[in-house]
């Protein structure tokens, strides 16, 4: 933009009269040249009048000239004072803007000469050294500043006029405002022939930003060097930056995560709700912090100590989110460590004492509720005191752990075994029939301790143990202070009547026991003493009525006692491995008596025989049919194997692949007691089954509520849809056996057609089934 000044404009107009004055004059000049004789000749008659008038005519003409250069070096002179006043008006404005500029401005303006005195300085230089202008200009830096300051100074000043050019840089000068921090531009001052004069400068106070500098570098730093995760988002959740830590914790890099959410990290173990409510406290309060688990770039989760704030503006807008974490997987693991302490015996690794006690309580509330018994076992090793005496104390310790491993063994998963402390152990037994039970385990346990345990320097230990019984609710004991303090007097009884040996609590328990034993003892010779017998329940056709199977059941007869109850032998034999010979003889005898038979010339019937879970588990009852059917020559097709729901769901891959095997061999299978138990339709569908048999549960209460006739009907419809037979157990009523018959069930067993008997009276039966139908058909 060019800046026009009113004197430019008016030496401009003057231009024009001048011009104008000067061409006028001309003419008139030329014209009197060339005409003033013609008009003088005209005038005067004589030579002497002409001459006369000639002369008049010169002088008038110089006159007339004079006259007009006086007018015109008048005007000129009138011009040129007037367009001074002008130029110093204009000088004096320019300077007044200059200075209310420079007087204006926060900056510190000023102007040296070449020795270093001050010129020009603003008013903001003057309040800056705390000095009138009349006091700083004239004057250099050294009477305004520290000395070393105006060193400082000069050598700047020198360096400027020795390149001539401007240069930045910052200086540190003392003020009325103290050590501040200046932002200063310097260069050449010129003067109006281009000659350097001085130097001037403009100093701009940066105190304020360098502290804020300094604050944002130290800050940065913490971010960086933090040994906490640091992540900043936007107002829409996405990752703007991030520390080294969080790289360090997360697995993630600034390329992975920025432009990200923090859903890159979820775990997925929150719901939703857990996230809604973080949410709704950063709306709210501005902050959330809390335990949360997140997942690493590698897919390890874990879990971290995390604080979230909002940030906003000074408008109260929000801006970002700021997340600082702490990975705890370290402190979860040492809570850990010190819960484990707290209630696990550091030696071998058994619950405590004090988790013991807590946990018997639970468990009695547990009983209590559902009305079943609980027994706790005091364990005291006999002659542990000798052991540990004589071969120190790190035997001793190996010794303990020794013992707690074969206890372990001896117990189901379900079971609770701790130490109470020295060569003290309980056991915490939830129990599924009577005081007899425990008699067993107890019996085990003492067997487990009996055994030689190896020596680290060589030799074996051997130890006993004695065991103190209580049993809930059995023995009046309500909490877990009077069981302990039972178990505890039962234990040194075990003691006194000469250890290695177990006690209960009760006279009357310590009979029942005593009388399981005897009846354990007596089983285990059963097989050998040839008492063991099967009975056959027949199995009807429903529409005919006719007898089409068997059901094989064990009978004990047991010698000098008699018939023994099933409930009460069976049981026992299941939980110890008496049940794989047993059940070996009764597929053996079942294979006899249909040789039996068919030699005999008699109706064979398809045998169903029961297979207990620890048979099946031992993987090779394929074998031990086989070996049975070839042994006596009989097919497979009149056997069929009764299973129940759970020993086929305890691992259904090795089920699968037994079940296919005994296919092949070509026996039927069944599944017994369906719809007690947990099963997979899945599995149902893939298991080569060839019946069901409706539990007698249900069929006990056809008639007499509502729910166990639908249970029934959809056992019957799904069995059906699978392309399974169905046999419903325990019909005992005419109703049971119509409604039965109408929902198409295809085979009963129960009461109502006959109680198990021998092989003779079923024959007896059979040979009766050519007479006509003992129980009239019914027609659906």
């Not at 015109?72 to 004096?92: D, F, T, Y």
């Amino acid at each position: 933009m060019t800046y026009t000044t009113p004197g430019a404009v008016a030496a401009a107009r003057s231009h024009t009269p001048a011009g104008l004055l000067a061409m006028g004059y001309a003419l008139f000049g030329v014209a009197w040249i060339y005409f003033s004789d013609d008009w003088l000749l005209a005038m005067a008659p004589d030579l002497q009048i002409f001459a006369l008038l000639g002369r008049g005519k010169g002088v008038a003409f110089v006159l007339a000239t004079s006259g007009l250069l006086f007018l015109l070096a008048q005007r000129r002179e009138s011009q040129v004072a007037r367009r001074q006043r002008i130029e110093q008006n204009e000088k004096l404005h320019l300077l007044q803007l200059l200075d209310a500029i420079a007087n204006g401005s926060p900056d510190a303006i000023f102007a040296k000469d070449l020795q270093g005195r001050y010129l020009f300085a603003n008013r903001e230089t003057c309040r800056l050294l705390g000095q009138a202008e009349a006091v700083v200009l004239g004057h250099g830096d050294d009477s305004v500043f520290p000395l070393h300051e105006a060193e400082m100074l000069t050598q700047i000043d020198a360096e400027v006029l020795r390149g001539g050019q401007v240069i930045q840089r910052e200086e540190q000068l003392t003020t009325v405002d103290g050590q501040r921090v200046y932002l200063t531009s310097k260069g050449p001052l010129r003067g109006g022939d281009g000659s350097v004069i001085g130097v001037f400068g403009v100093s701009r106070d940066i105190t304020e930003r360098k502290r804020i500098e300094d604050v944002h570098r130290q800050w940065a730093m913490a971010f960086e060097n933090t040994r906490d995760g640091v992540m900043i988002a936007d107002d829409r959740g996405r990752i703007q930056a991030i520390n080294r830590a969080f790289t360090e914790i997360t697995g993630y890099t600034e390329a992975d995560a920025l432009g990200q959410t923090a859903k890159l990290l979820q775990s997925g173990m929150h719901d939703t709700g857990f996230y809604r409510d973080m949410w709704r406290a950063l709306r709210d309060h501005g902050h959330w912090q809390g335990e949360i688990w997140n997942r690493r770039k590698g897919g390890d989760i874990y879990p971290e100590w995390l604080t979230v704030s909002a940030v906003s503006d000074t408008s109260g807008t929000l801006t970002h989110y700021v997340g600082v974490f702490t990975d705890i997987t370290r402190v979860k693991h040492s809570e850990a460590q010190l819960d484990h302490l707290a209630h696990f015996d550091p030696l071998t690794g058994l619950p405590n004492r004090s988790q013991l006690h807590t946990r018997l309580e639970q468990t009695l509330a547990r009983a209590a509720r559902h009305d079943t018994k609980v027994a706790v076992l005091y364990i005291d090793l006999d002659g542990f005191k000798t052991v540990n005496d004589s071969r120190g104390h790190p035997v001793g310790d190996e010794l303990l752990v020794c013992i707690s491993r074969r206890l372990r063994a001896r117990l189901r998963d379900e079971d609770l075994l701790g130490r109470m402390g020295g060569d003290e152990f309980l056991v915490v037994v939830e129990l599924q029939g009577g005081p007899a039970e425990v008699a067993v385990l107890a019996r085990d346990l003492l067997a487990a301790v009996a055994e030689p345990v190896p020596l680290p320097g060589g030799g074996d230990a051997y130890l006993t143990a004695s065991i103190g019984i209580s049993v809930f609710p059995d023995d009046a004991s309500s909490n877990a202070v009077e069981m302990l303090r039972d178990a505890d007097a039962a234990m040194y009884r075990a003691k006194d009547q000469g250890r290695n040996r177990f006690c209960f609590y009760t006279s009357d328990l310590n009979a029942e026991a005593q009388a399981k034993l005897e009846l354990e003892a007596a089983l285990s010779r059963a097989l050998e003493r040839d008492e063991f017998r099967l009975h056959y329940q027949p199995k009807v056709e429903a529409l005919s009525g006719h007898i089409v199977g068997a059901e094989a059941l064990l009978r004990w007869q047991r010698g000098g006692v008699g018939l023994v109850s099933p409930g009460q032998f069976i049981p026992i034999a299941e939980r110890s491995s008496m049940i794989l010979g047993i059940g070996a003889w009764v597929i053996d005898e079942a294979c006899r008596q249909i040789r039996a038979w068919m030699d005999a010339g008699q109706p064979v019937l398809r045998i169903a025989v029961n297979v207990a879970a620890r048979q099946f588990a031992a993987g090779d009852l394929d074998q031990v049919l086989g070996e049975s059917l070839r042994r006596h020559g009989v097919s497979a097709e009149h056997i069929e194997i009764e299973l129940t729901e759970s020993m086929l769901m305890e691992r259904p891959e090795v089920t699968a692949a037994m079940l296919r095997k005994l296919k092949v061999l070509g026996a039927k299978l069944s599944l017994d007691d369906f719809g007690t138990g947990y099963s997979s339709l899945g599995y149902l569908h893939s298991f080569p089954i060839d019946t069901l048999k409706i539990d007698q549960s249900f069929v006990r209460r056809i008639g007499v509520g509502e729910q166990a006739p639908v249970l029934v009907d959809a056992i019957i419809a799904l069995a059906h849809r699978l392309g399974l037979s169905v046999v419903a157990e325990g019909v005992e009523t005419a109703e049971q056996r119509d409604y039965l018959l109408r929902q198409g069930c295809d085979e009963l067993q129960g009461y109502r057609f006959g109680r198990p008997d021998t092989a003779e009276a079923l024959q007896l039966r059979l040979a009766a089934q050519a007479q006509p139908a003992m129980e009239p058909r019914l027609t659906p």
